[in-house]
């Protein structure tokens, strides 16, 4: 019912900046948030940031100051802008939205495949 896909990953070199973009189709009737969780090799998935009803914005200590959350609600879309790439930040970047699909609907969360952030010299 809900897809969720992401784009602008890449393989970029360290202190580059990317874009990842997210648009979610579907039957949604509300969202809550919409945001961006990583995940290296070997590792758990991590919150990177999100956006929520309203406007507000949390991000990960490990990439504050560095990107930028951005929603565009009639697109659907969500945005990340990252600056000043590590190679820490090689990861998985999955975008994720949190919604109803109907007003007596239980929020669910939707998770996209993915898109690889590579960041290497």
């Known amino acids: 019912q809900v897809q969720v896909v992401e784009s602008g990953g890449g393989l970029v070199q360290p202190g580059v900046s990317l874009r990842l973009s997210c648009t979610a189709s579907?039957?949604?009737?509300?969202?809550?948030?919409m945001g961006w969780y990583r995940q290296a090799p070997g590792k758990q998935r991590e919150f990177v940031a999100d956006?929520?009803?309203?406007?507000?914005?949390n991000y990960a200590d490990s990439v504050k100051g560095r990107v930028t959350i951005s929603r565009d609600n009639a697109k659907n879309s969500v945005y990340l802008q990252m600056n000043s790439l590590k190679p820490e930040d090689t990861a998985r970047y999955y975008c994720?939205?949190?919604?109803?699909?109907?007003?007596?609907?239980?929020?669910?969360?939707?998770w996209g495949q993915g898109t690889q952030v590579t960041v290497s010299s």
């Open positions: 994720n939205l949190e919604g109803r699909r109907a007003i007596l609907s239980a929020v669910q969360t939707y």
């Open positions: 579907g039957s949604i009737f509300s969202t809550n948030s």
């Open positions: 956006i929520v009803t309203g406007g507000n914005t």
